[in-house]
């Protein structure tokens, strides 16, 4: 079996357990670069040792423990899928383990840093600077992914009750609420949304067609140019925000773990890290004997970065 076969025999189960277009081009793009080290060799000519080699290379060319762990995952479910369908005998990923990597925070913007790109005023408002906003408003207020913003239909949004049904991975839904501006500006965006015909979703592009999820990342990082950002903000920095921001406030860990809609608590609370930076800068501020001798303040730099 060569590795055009085998990328079609994992692609199809892929599909059939429901995989999004996106996940199933990242696993080919990981299993490709194993093909691409495996020279001349098919799949079930690799060996436990030929797998660590390969990792070994790979981190010597710079990718980190994290990468390298995404990459074994989809090794190994490649050549699980192959010993389920008797195309091969045995899964050479068995006990490789990646190299670790350090500990990263996500980014967050600071609450008012968030609050300078919401406001932001525009030179003229058009339908799709109307459009941004709203889509900008919802990500930060409900913490969306980007590929759950994309797939938004009408449909789901009801504004009365101020709350949108989001599809997350593993197509799983949640109810999340939205907030006030939010909805205010999902408002004004449909008040001038077209579509072409039998378009449902909830926001379109200039042919009224879907929006897709590149576009609305030029969109942010333009926007963010434009409301006099120092950094590049990302619809997952908004992301990030929504929820480090909600814990500041709330230190409700659950609660934001549902919004996110986190599978796992554990991955919720690599937050409580990000609040625990935000309360010790307050802290260094504000206690008088938190000050080293000689200064006046420890100012908070709303300008350091959260690797």
């Not at 008040?191 to 929006?211: I, S």
Request: aromatic fraction near 4%.
């Amino acid at each position: 079996m060569d590795w055009n076969a085998a990328l079609a025999t994992f692609d199809s189960a892929l599909a059939l357990l429901g995989r999004s277009d996106a996940t199933r081009a990242a696993y080919r793009r990981d299993i490709l670069r194993l093909a691409e080290l495996a020279g001349e060799r098919s799949p079930t000519q690799l060996g436990n040792r030929d797998i660590r080699h390969a990792l070994a290379r790979l981190h010597g060319s710079g990718l980190d423990g994290r990468s390298l762990s995404r990459m074994l995952s989809a090794w190994r479910g490649l050549y699980d899928c192959l010993i389920d369908r008797d195309q091969a005998s045995a899964n050479p990923c068995t006990g490789v383990r990646p190299p670790k990597s350090g500990h990263r925070l996500p980014k967050a913007l600071p609450v008012d840093a968030a609050q300078q790109l919401l406001d932001a005023e525009l030179a003229e408002e058009t339908p799709l600077t109307t459009r941004d906003r709203a889509m900008f408003e919802l990500l930060y207020s409900s913490g969306l992914r980007l590929t759950e913003l994309t797939r938004l239909d009408i449909g789901d949004v009801d504004l009365p009750e101020r709350l949108v049904r989001v599809s997350g991975k593993g197509n799983k839904e949640r109810l999340v609420p939205i907030g006030q501006q939010a909805v205010t500006a999902l408002q004004h965006w449909l008040a001038e949304r077209q579509a072409a015909q039998g378009e449902t979703a909830l926001f379109t592009n200039r042919m009224g067609t879907r929006l897709g999820g590149r576009q609305i990342e030029k969109r942010l990082a333009r926007w963010s140019i434009i409301s006099g950002s120092d950094r590049h903000v990302s619809p997952h920095m908004l992301r990030h925000s929504f929820a480090s921001h909600l814990l500041q406030s709330s230190s409700d860990l659950r609660a934001v773990q549902e919004l996110l809609g986190h599978a796992n608590l554990s991955t919720t609370q690599i937050y409580t890290s990000l609040d625990f930076q935000h309360l010790a800068q307050v802290y260094d501020t504000a206690h008088p004997r938190a000050r080293k001798p000689g200064n006046d303040a420890l100012p908070v730099d709303d300008n350091d970065s959260v690797d």
